[in-house]
């Protein structure tokens, strides 16, 4: 409910509040998106950092991770914690003793799953999920869900979150 102008002058103050009581930094803790946050928020905090430390640190664009491209970020981070999330499942999918013990067939591919939350990890996680042959037959969110046995596809469903706030 704040304000672009809001949101930036909070994230300023935050900043600078870590960064007086040495909280942040390349060597010392990374802050990276999360809820409500995004590279605009990220891109504000590496800048916030720079104009204080930039001259004195030189990893000072290294103060933060998920900014843009432009402002020293890398490729592919928006999807890195979702395919993160896809090798962990990947490789529990793929163990011998893990599938002997609990009875279930090797691999991803003819999983169904249920994603809590379509958000960046969510959506990225099920879209490596589906790639690999897995079926997204569930989602939830804080104030509604959907499943269908048949399938889900979560940009549809992504695109119907965004336009309806809700599912």
Do not use: W
């Amino acid at each position: 409910t704040y304000s672009e102008r809001a949101l930036l002058r909070a994230t300023r103050r935050y900043t600078l509040e870590l960064t007086k009581k040495n909280f942040i930094g390349a060597g010392i803790d990374v802050p990276g998106p999360d809820l409500g946050t995004n590279e605009q928020i990220m891109n504000c905090m590496k800048d916030t950092y720079t104009t204080l430390y930039g001259e004195k640190d030189v990893n000072s664009v290294g103060c933060v991770t998920g900014k843009s491209v432009s402002q020293g970020g890398i490729e592919g981070r928006t999807e890195s914690t979702g395919l993160g999330v896809f090798y962990g499942i990947r490789e529990v999918c793929n163990n011998e003793l893990l599938a002997e013990k609990h009875g279930f067939e090797m691999g991803v591919k003819d999983k169904t799953f249920i994603v809590q939350g379509l958000g960046n990890v969510g959506f990225n996680d099920s879209k490596f999920l589906i790639k690999s042959g897995a079926k997204l037959v569930g989602v939830v969110e804080c104030n509604s869900a959907v499943y269908d046995e048949n399938g889900i596809d979560p940009e549809d469903l992504l695109a119907y979150k965004n336009k309806n706030k809700t599912l």
